[in-house]
């Protein structure tokens, strides 16, 4: 047995299966067997392939397999070495220094095994063995604890019930515009001296109440978004409040299974999704490209999706069709639920509907310049620039939008257009990153009775105050508070 393991190289069909089983223990339950075997056979075809082309190259079984198992040791633990690297040597872990350190390394060892006149059965003896016990631990580790390990995101201060119905109330259509990552106007003026006040006046000539000190409870979408659709602040966070892979995906569910959802139901509403996440029985329409799902909890980790993930805008200026659909594909999902939204809103139905529309907007890619140019992928900036040049564009989709609903609702519809958290690009002296918490906030209550609602009001309160107004229950506030997340790579 040990002859046959020196001489034949296992390791490299192995490493895969390694690299998927260990993904899939971190990320249960987000993730299931069915998604795992599907990357396992494509990665071991992948690693077959290669193989054959450096056999070819090098003529040698021991050489090709370890020339494979270093390109896949590269691709698969480039995640982890860039998070200890971003954590500890800061300087080392930029793209400008460490792809290039990589490529000469690489290039290096390929050039190393071609040339080289030793023997290396022993180091593919060692490498078997490895990542048979690496195999056996984790196999082990994934039979005998399960799920016990997999901390889950739950909600602080849920809310266990609807209220009773009101027989006085009127039950109007309610339509939440979720504009992904929209500041509000205070915060944009004091911390990037923009002046976006022509949008407020137009939300108040259309009756609308806005929360001008509004914050959100957290800096990133899911975690935002489950606590304004659930009512509640969130707990189970990693400590040091990161948001983890898991973080993401478990914020997902409980934006699936939200309160606000069922709430609306148990009042006789029908929902109507399209928003970039899946509600219960309402999938969503689009891919949600900004968060992990599925097999993309465990490839996030490599050095392809790293790369796409975090400076992948570079690449949109090369004219490959590929990318050039890749980077305009938000753009288009952004056009078909605006126009889905406003078909909704000209539709007569016999039940109160409450209707999730959530756009990236003005969240990047920046696809508009200030003068509502289309930008060429190679032209999509990531800075704060873009965003403020992006914003003229989505406040003509806000107003068209708005528009649109109120006229064929016939101003009988409730509208609730806010951000789920503020800008988060550095702002000159804010050293407790208070503007990722200013969001756009306001409400459209065709009574136009806006009592209830108070400026400094957070996402847990949201849909507290909403209920309260509509159907005359009795929720009580949170104290309103944030809690500032520090992002852990996807």
């Known amino acids: 047995m040990k002859m046959k393991l020196r001489y034949i190289p296992l390791f490299p069909f192995l490493l895969p299966v390694f690299f998927v089983l260990h993904g899939f223990i971190e990320n249960r339950p987000f993730i299931s067997l069915r998604d795992c075997g599907g990357l396992v056979l494509t990665y071991l075809l992948i690693a077959g392939g ?52 990589l490529t000469i390394l690489i290039a290096t060892a390929l050039v190393w095994l071609k040339k080289t006149s030793r023997k290396l059965s022993g180091l593919v003896l060692f490498l078997n063995v490895l990542l048979l016990i690496y195999l056996l631990v984790d196999g082990a580790s994934a039979f005998f604890t399960g799920d016990q390990n997999q901390e889950r995101l739950t909600l602080a201060t849920p809310i266990k019930q609807a209220g009773p119905a009101c027989d006085t109330c009127t039950y109007p259509d309610v339509y939440l515009l979720l504009m992904d990552e929209y500041a509000s106007t205070a915060s944009l003026k004091e911390w990037f001296h923009y002046d976006n006040s022509a949008l407020d006046s137009f939300l108040r000539e259309r009756g609308f ?89 465990i490839t996030g980790q490599t050095l392809w999706s790293r790369i796409v993930h975090d400076i992948g805008w570079n690449l949109h200026g090369l004219p490959l069709r590929a990318i050039r659909d890749q980077v305009y594909q938000i753009l288009h999902d952004n056009d078909h639920l605006i126009e889905e939204a406003e078909k909704q809103s000209a539709m007569r139905s016999a039940r109160p509907r409450f209707v999730y529309v959530h756009l990236l907007l003005p969240h990047n ?49 409730v509208i609730i257009m806010m951000g789920d958290h503020g800008v988060r690009y550095p702002a000159p002296g804010d050293t407790l990153n208070i503007h990722d918490h200013q969001n756009q906030n306001a409400i459209f209550f065709p009574g136009r009775d806006y009592h209830l609602l108070y400026d400094s009001i957070s996402g847990v309160n949201q849909f507290r105050v909403v209920f309260n107004s509509l159907f005359r229950q009795n929720i009580p506030l949170l104290k309103d508070s944030t809690v500032y997340l520090t992002d852990k790579k996807l």
Do not use: W
């Open 365 to 413: 890619p920046f696809y508009y310049d200030s003068h509502g140019s289309l930008n060429e992928p190679g032209n999509l900036r990531q800075n704060i620039e873009g965003y403020l040049d992006y914003l003229p564009y989505t406040n003509e989709v806000i107003k068209k939008l708005v528009t649109s609903i109120q006229q064929n609702t016939h101003n009988n519809a």
């Open 209 to 297: 109440h806005i929360q001008q000190g509004s914050r959100s409870n957290y800096n990133f979408t899911s975690f935002s978004m489950a606590s304004i659709l659930n009512m509640s602040y969130l707990e189970g966070l990693e400590p040091g409040n990161v948001a983890t892979i898991a973080g993401y995906a478990s914020s997902k569910d409980l934006i699936r299974s939200c309160e606000v959802v069922k709430q609306f139901a148990a009042h006789g509403y029908d929902i109507v999704n399209y928003s970039v996440f899946d509600l219960e029985g309402k999938p969503s329409e689009v891919n949600l490209h900004l968060l992990p799902a599925k097999a993309s909890l």
């Open 50 to 101: 290669l193989y054959i082309l450096l056999y070819l190259f090098y003529r040698n079984a021991a050489k090709a397999s370890l020339a494979l198992g270093t390109l896949q040791a590269v691709s698969f633990f480039f995640g982890a070495m860039h998070d200890f690297l971003t954590r500890h040597a800061g300087f080392l872990s930029r793209y400008s220094v460490i792809l290039p350190v």
